[in-house]
Protein backbone atom coordinates (compact mmCIF):
# COMPACT_ATOMS: atom_id res chain seq x y z
CA UNK A 1 0.00 0.00 0.00
CA UNK A 2 1.09 3.25 -0.60
CA UNK A 3 1.14 6.12 2.27
CA UNK A 4 -0.87 9.80 1.58
CA UNK A 5 2.00 11.22 0.99
CA UNK A 6 4.03 8.73 -1.73
CA UNK A 7 3.48 9.36 -5.36
CA UNK A 8 1.82 6.63 -7.35
CA UNK A 9 4.61 5.81 -10.19
CA UNK A 10 1.94 5.10 -13.52
CA UNK A 11 3.88 2.78 -16.24
CA UNK A 12 2.34 2.12 -19.10
CA UNK A 13 3.84 -1.77 -19.08
CA UNK A 14 1.93 -3.24 -16.57
CA UNK A 15 -2.02 -3.64 -14.79
CA UNK A 16 -2.08 -3.03 -11.57
CA UNK A 17 -5.61 -3.63 -9.38
CA UNK A 18 -6.31 -1.16 -6.71
CA UNK A 19 -9.07 -2.00 -3.83
CA UNK A 20 -8.09 0.83 -1.44
CA UNK A 21 -10.40 4.14 -1.81
CA UNK A 22 -7.50 6.37 -0.92
CA UNK A 23 -5.40 4.64 -2.90
CA UNK A 24 -7.29 4.82 -6.47
CA UNK A 25 -7.81 8.88 -5.54
CA UNK A 26 -4.25 9.36 -4.90
CA UNK A 27 -3.30 7.33 -8.57
CA UNK A 28 -5.97 9.38 -10.50
CA UNK A 29 -4.29 13.25 -9.02
CA UNK A 30 -1.40 12.22 -9.88
CA UNK A 31 -2.18 11.14 -12.96
CA UNK A 32 -3.99 14.26 -13.74
CA UNK A 33 -1.10 16.56 -12.63
CA UNK A 34 0.74 14.66 -15.22
CA UNK A 35 -1.97 15.59 -17.89
CA UNK A 36 -3.03 12.08 -18.80
CA UNK A 37 -6.65 11.52 -19.83
CA UNK A 38 -8.62 9.32 -17.75
CA UNK A 39 -11.36 6.78 -19.17
CA UNK A 40 -13.29 4.92 -17.13
CA UNK A 41 -15.38 1.75 -17.39
CA UNK A 42 -17.25 0.95 -14.62
CA UNK A 43 -18.41 -3.32 -14.44
CA UNK A 44 -19.97 -5.45 -11.70
CA UNK A 45 -17.75 -7.88 -12.77
CA UNK A 46 -18.42 -11.50 -14.95
CA UNK A 47 -17.08 -9.76 -18.18
CA UNK A 48 -18.15 -10.44 -21.39
CA UNK A 49 -17.52 -8.97 -25.21
CA UNK A 50 -19.45 -6.35 -24.48
CA UNK A 51 -17.71 -4.59 -21.47
CA UNK A 52 -14.31 -5.32 -23.76
CA UNK A 53 -15.65 -3.57 -26.39
CA UNK A 54 -16.29 -0.86 -23.79
CA UNK A 55 -12.87 -0.60 -22.92
CA UNK A 56 -11.22 -0.40 -26.03
CA UNK A 57 -13.73 2.48 -26.81
CA UNK A 58 -11.85 3.97 -23.41
CA UNK A 59 -8.44 3.00 -24.56
CA UNK A 60 -9.22 5.21 -27.93
CA UNK A 61 -10.07 8.19 -25.85
CA UNK A 62 -7.66 8.06 -22.62
CA UNK A 63 -3.93 7.32 -22.04
CA UNK A 64 -4.86 5.61 -18.88
CA UNK A 65 -8.32 3.18 -18.92
CA UNK A 66 -9.46 2.18 -15.21
CA UNK A 67 -11.89 -0.69 -15.19
CA UNK A 68 -14.15 -0.81 -12.03
CA UNK A 69 -15.34 -4.28 -10.76
CA UNK A 70 -17.25 -4.13 -7.75
CA UNK A 71 -20.72 -5.95 -7.49
CA UNK A 72 -22.95 -3.12 -5.57
CA UNK A 73 -25.06 -4.38 -3.19
CA UNK A 74 -27.26 -1.78 -2.82
CA UNK A 75 -29.04 -2.11 -6.63
CA UNK A 76 -29.74 -5.41 -5.89
CA UNK A 77 -33.78 -5.88 -4.55
CA UNK A 78 -34.75 -7.93 -1.50
CA UNK A 79 -36.35 -10.45 -4.00
CA UNK A 80 -32.79 -10.55 -5.75
CA UNK A 81 -30.06 -12.79 -5.24
CA UNK A 82 -27.06 -10.61 -4.67
CA UNK A 83 -24.99 -13.70 -3.75
CA UNK A 84 -26.02 -15.44 -7.25
CA UNK A 85 -24.70 -12.73 -9.52
CA UNK A 86 -21.95 -14.67 -11.34
CA UNK A 87 -18.14 -13.74 -9.98
CA UNK A 88 -14.57 -14.72 -11.58
CA UNK A 89 -11.98 -11.87 -10.57
CA UNK A 90 -9.26 -14.44 -12.07
CA UNK A 91 -10.92 -14.27 -15.28
CA UNK A 92 -12.00 -10.83 -15.58
CA UNK A 93 -8.47 -9.73 -15.02
CA UNK A 94 -7.13 -11.76 -17.51
CA UNK A 95 -9.24 -10.44 -19.90
CA UNK A 96 -8.87 -6.73 -19.09
CA UNK A 97 -4.91 -7.59 -18.86
CA UNK A 98 -5.35 -9.02 -22.72
CA UNK A 99 -7.50 -5.29 -23.86
CA UNK A 100 -4.41 -3.50 -22.17
CA UNK A 101 -6.08 -2.19 -18.93
CA UNK A 102 -4.30 0.33 -16.72
CA UNK A 103 -6.14 0.01 -13.78
CA UNK A 104 -8.38 -2.54 -11.98
CA UNK A 105 -10.53 -1.09 -9.40
CA UNK A 106 -11.78 -3.46 -7.26
CA UNK A 107 -12.94 -2.19 -3.59
CA UNK A 108 -14.73 -4.11 -1.15
CA UNK A 109 -18.31 -3.86 -0.04
CA UNK A 110 -16.91 -2.00 3.04
CA UNK A 111 -14.51 0.04 1.60
CA UNK A 112 -17.49 1.52 -0.51
CA UNK A 113 -19.90 1.52 2.59
CA UNK A 114 -17.99 2.15 5.58
CA UNK A 115 -20.26 2.01 8.80
CA UNK A 116 -22.31 5.12 9.47
CA UNK A 117 -22.88 5.36 5.19
CA UNK A 118 -26.09 7.40 4.81
CA UNK A 119 -26.26 9.46 1.63
CA UNK A 120 -28.16 8.73 -1.85
CA UNK A 121 -28.22 9.94 -5.17
CA UNK A 122 -31.68 9.66 -6.53
CA UNK A 123 -32.25 10.78 -10.23
CA UNK A 124 -36.41 11.88 -10.22
CA UNK A 125 -38.61 10.90 -12.76
CA UNK A 126 -36.73 8.96 -14.86
CA UNK A 127 -36.01 6.30 -12.17
CA UNK A 128 -39.91 5.66 -12.09
CA UNK A 129 -40.44 4.14 -15.46
CA UNK A 130 -39.74 0.79 -17.62
CA UNK A 131 -37.37 -1.42 -14.95
CA UNK A 132 -38.10 1.06 -11.91
CA UNK A 133 -41.63 0.07 -11.90
CA UNK A 134 -40.64 -3.46 -10.44
CA UNK A 135 -37.48 -2.70 -9.27
CA UNK A 136 -37.79 0.23 -6.74
CA UNK A 137 -34.87 1.64 -4.97
CA UNK A 138 -32.82 -0.14 -7.53
CA UNK A 139 -31.71 3.11 -9.27
CA UNK A 140 -30.74 4.88 -6.58
CA UNK A 141 -28.39 2.58 -5.51
CA UNK A 142 -27.00 2.78 -9.43
CA UNK A 143 -27.00 6.43 -9.09
CA UNK A 144 -25.22 6.21 -5.85
CA UNK A 145 -22.50 3.86 -6.66
CA UNK A 146 -21.67 5.79 -9.78
CA UNK A 147 -21.29 9.02 -8.14
CA UNK A 148 -18.89 7.29 -5.78
CA UNK A 149 -16.95 5.87 -8.69
CA UNK A 150 -16.28 8.94 -10.02
CA UNK A 151 -15.50 10.82 -6.86
CA UNK A 152 -12.91 8.02 -6.98
CA UNK A 153 -11.81 7.43 -10.12
CA UNK A 154 -11.95 11.18 -11.51
CA UNK A 155 -12.82 10.21 -14.93
CA UNK A 156 -12.08 12.00 -17.93
CA UNK A 157 -14.85 10.09 -19.39
CA UNK A 158 -16.80 7.38 -18.85
CA UNK A 159 -18.48 4.66 -21.54
CA UNK A 160 -21.56 2.98 -20.65
CA UNK A 161 -23.21 0.99 -23.15
CA UNK A 162 -26.44 1.46 -24.44
CA UNK A 163 -27.86 -2.02 -23.56
CA UNK A 164 -28.75 -0.51 -19.93
CA UNK A 165 -30.77 2.12 -21.45
CA UNK A 166 -32.69 3.68 -18.67
CA UNK A 167 -29.16 3.00 -16.25
CA UNK A 168 -27.05 5.60 -19.39
CA UNK A 169 -30.36 7.90 -19.32
CA UNK A 170 -29.92 8.34 -15.40
CA UNK A 171 -25.99 8.41 -15.66
CA UNK A 172 -26.64 11.21 -18.18
CA UNK A 173 -29.03 13.56 -16.29
CA UNK A 174 -27.30 13.12 -12.78
CA UNK A 175 -23.84 14.35 -14.71
CA UNK A 176 -25.82 17.33 -16.13
CA UNK A 177 -27.64 17.90 -13.40
CA UNK A 178 -24.82 17.81 -10.35
CA UNK A 179 -22.28 19.63 -12.98
CA UNK A 180 -20.11 16.62 -12.85
CA UNK A 181 -16.62 17.55 -14.66
CA UNK A 182 -16.99 14.21 -17.04
CA UNK A 183 -18.18 13.25 -20.56
CA UNK A 184 -20.22 10.10 -20.92
CA UNK A 185 -19.87 8.11 -23.76
CA UNK A 186 -22.82 6.02 -24.90
CA UNK A 187 -22.00 2.53 -26.53
CA UNK A 188 -23.90 -0.18 -28.85
CA UNK A 189 -25.26 -2.91 -27.93
CA UNK A 190 -23.04 -5.55 -28.55
CA UNK A 191 -24.63 -8.81 -29.49
CA UNK A 192 -23.91 -12.33 -30.10
CA UNK A 193 -24.82 -14.79 -33.20
CA UNK A 194 -28.26 -14.49 -33.34
CA UNK A 195 -29.01 -10.68 -31.79
CA UNK A 196 -29.11 -11.36 -28.16
CA UNK A 197 -27.97 -8.50 -26.36
CA UNK A 198 -24.46 -9.87 -24.35
CA UNK A 199 -25.20 -9.54 -21.13
CA UNK A 200 -23.61 -11.53 -17.79
CA UNK A 201 -26.68 -13.00 -16.83
CA UNK A 202 -26.79 -15.15 -20.46
CA UNK A 203 -24.87 -17.47 -18.05
CA UNK A 204 -27.91 -18.47 -16.71
CA UNK A 205 -30.02 -19.26 -19.83
CA UNK A 206 -29.94 -23.41 -20.90
CA UNK A 207 -30.15 -24.21 -24.32
CA UNK A 208 -33.66 -24.32 -24.50
CA UNK A 209 -34.19 -20.74 -23.15
CA UNK A 210 -31.23 -19.10 -25.06
CA UNK A 211 -33.76 -19.69 -28.27
CA UNK A 212 -36.61 -18.09 -26.40
CA UNK A 213 -34.50 -15.42 -25.69
CA UNK A 214 -33.22 -14.56 -29.12
CA UNK A 215 -37.45 -13.49 -29.41
CA UNK A 216 -36.16 -10.52 -27.82
CA UNK A 217 -34.14 -9.15 -31.04
CA UNK A 218 -36.76 -10.88 -33.22
CA UNK A 219 -39.31 -8.36 -32.05
CA UNK A 220 -36.66 -5.47 -32.23
CA UNK A 221 -36.07 -6.42 -36.00
CA UNK A 222 -39.68 -6.55 -36.88
CA UNK A 223 -40.32 -3.26 -35.17
CA UNK A 224 -37.19 -1.45 -37.29
CA UNK A 225 -38.95 -2.83 -40.43
CA UNK A 226 -42.20 -2.02 -39.48
CA UNK A 227 -41.03 1.54 -38.75
CA UNK A 228 -38.92 1.89 -41.70
CA UNK A 229 -42.01 0.72 -44.10
CA UNK A 230 -44.27 3.65 -42.68
CA UNK A 231 -46.39 2.33 -39.16
CA UNK A 232 -46.15 5.05 -36.46
CA UNK A 233 -48.68 4.07 -33.84
CA UNK A 234 -47.06 3.59 -31.05
CA UNK A 235 -49.96 1.12 -29.92
CA UNK A 236 -49.91 -1.53 -32.79
CA UNK A 237 -46.07 -1.60 -32.95
CA UNK A 238 -46.23 -2.52 -28.81
CA UNK A 239 -49.02 -5.06 -29.96
CA UNK A 240 -46.48 -6.48 -32.82
CA UNK A 241 -43.86 -7.11 -30.52
CA UNK A 242 -45.80 -8.74 -27.52
CA UNK A 243 -46.91 -11.03 -30.00
CA UNK A 244 -43.38 -11.97 -31.30
CA UNK A 245 -42.47 -12.43 -27.17
CA UNK A 246 -45.80 -14.60 -26.30
CA UNK A 247 -45.08 -17.00 -29.31
CA UNK A 248 -43.28 -19.65 -27.73
CA UNK A 249 -43.86 -20.53 -24.11
CA UNK A 250 -42.07 -19.80 -21.35
CA UNK A 251 -41.34 -15.79 -21.43
CA UNK A 252 -42.59 -13.62 -18.92
CA UNK A 253 -42.83 -10.20 -20.37
CA UNK A 254 -42.31 -7.49 -17.48
CA UNK A 255 -42.73 -4.98 -19.84
CA UNK A 256 -42.49 -4.33 -24.05
CA UNK A 257 -43.41 -0.94 -25.39
CA UNK A 258 -42.49 2.67 -27.36
CA UNK A 259 -41.11 5.71 -25.41
CA UNK A 260 -39.94 8.84 -25.28
CA UNK A 261 -36.49 8.47 -25.60
CA UNK A 262 -35.79 11.88 -23.22
CA UNK A 263 -38.58 10.94 -20.37
CA UNK A 264 -38.95 6.98 -20.87
CA UNK A 265 -42.82 7.96 -20.83
CA UNK A 266 -44.86 5.84 -22.99
CA UNK A 267 -45.77 7.80 -26.29
CA UNK A 268 -49.09 7.31 -28.92
CA UNK A 269 -47.14 7.73 -32.12
CA UNK A 270 -43.76 8.30 -33.67
CA UNK A 271 -43.01 11.79 -35.13
CA UNK A 272 -39.22 11.56 -35.04
CA UNK A 273 -37.34 8.53 -33.30
CA UNK A 274 -39.04 6.76 -30.58
CA UNK A 275 -37.49 4.03 -27.47
CA UNK A 276 -38.54 0.51 -28.21
CA UNK A 277 -37.83 -1.23 -25.05
CA UNK A 278 -38.39 -4.93 -23.28
CA UNK A 279 -37.81 -6.69 -20.15
CA UNK A 280 -38.64 -10.49 -19.99
CA UNK A 281 -38.18 -13.04 -17.54
CA UNK A 282 -37.10 -16.85 -18.80
CA UNK A 283 -36.80 -19.30 -16.16
CA UNK A 284 -35.05 -17.10 -13.51
CA UNK A 285 -33.24 -14.72 -15.88
CA UNK A 286 -34.10 -11.59 -16.61
CA UNK A 287 -33.33 -9.85 -19.58
CA UNK A 288 -33.33 -6.52 -20.76
CA UNK A 289 -33.16 -4.66 -24.56
CA UNK A 290 -33.92 -1.93 -26.84
CA UNK A 291 -33.01 -0.06 -29.71
CA UNK A 292 -34.22 3.63 -31.10
CA UNK A 293 -36.56 3.64 -33.67
CA UNK A 294 -35.95 6.40 -36.04
CA UNK A 295 -38.44 7.73 -39.01
Same mark, same amino acid.
Request: with cysteine.
Given at each position: ?????????????????????????????????? =?????????? =???????????????????????????????????????????????? /?????????????????????????????????????????????????????????????????????????????????????????????????????????????????????????????? /?????????? /?????????????????? /??? =????????????????????????????????? =?????????????
Amino acid at each position: MFSRTTPIPFTESSMRTISSVREMQEFSEQARKE =GKRIGFVPTM =GYLHEGHCALVRKARELAQIVVVSIFVNPMQFGPKEDLSRYPRDFERD /SGLLEKEGTDIIFAPSGEEMYPKGFTTLVQVRELEDHLCGETRKGHFVGVATVVAKLFNIVKPHCAVFGQKDFQQLAIIERMVRDLNMDLTIVPFPTVREEGGLAMSSRNIYLSPEEREKALLIYA /SIARLQTSVR /SGERKATLLKEEARRILN /SKE =GIAIEYAGIYDPETLTGIESIDHKALYAAAVRI =GNTRLIDNIILEV
